[in-house]
Nanobody
């Protein structure tokens, strides 16, 4: 089971930290990811941890950091922009059939947490 928290409303330039309770998946070798979907937009994989490596979409590189501890996956989001608004999902178990950037590559998803960046 994956359960996200930490979303909310923030002004541009602000920060938020998302958390995902993911104890069943933390030690998996099949990866963990944060995926978002903004209003009227396609789903976007923004960050993953996979086999010891952290990878980021170009849209968030340098602003977002993905990390995990023994029971949770996190996404630290800094310098937030209005385009970062959307529902953020924690996902687990990569299929390794396609690029990590494709949402369909990820098997298990949480319910999501809403992030709104607005002045």
């Amino acid at each position: 089971q994956l359960m996200e928290s930490g979303g909310g409303s923030v002004q541009p330039g602000g920060s938020l930290r998302l958390s995902c309770a993911a104890s069943s998946y933390i030690y998996t070798t099949a990866g963990l990811a944060w995926i978002r979907q903004g209003p009227g937009r396609e789903r976007e994989v923004v960050a993953i941890i996979d086999r010891g490596a952290s990878l980021y979409a170009d849209s968030v590189k340098g602003r977002f950091t993905i990390y995990k501890d023994s029971g949770n996956l996190y996404l630290q989001m800094n310098d937030l922009k209005p385009d970062d608004s959307g529902r953020y999902y924690c996902a687990a178990e990569r299929a390794y059939r396609q690029s990590w950037t494709l949402p369909d590559e990820w098997k298990y998803w949480g319910q999501g947490t809403q992030v709104t960046v607005t002045s």
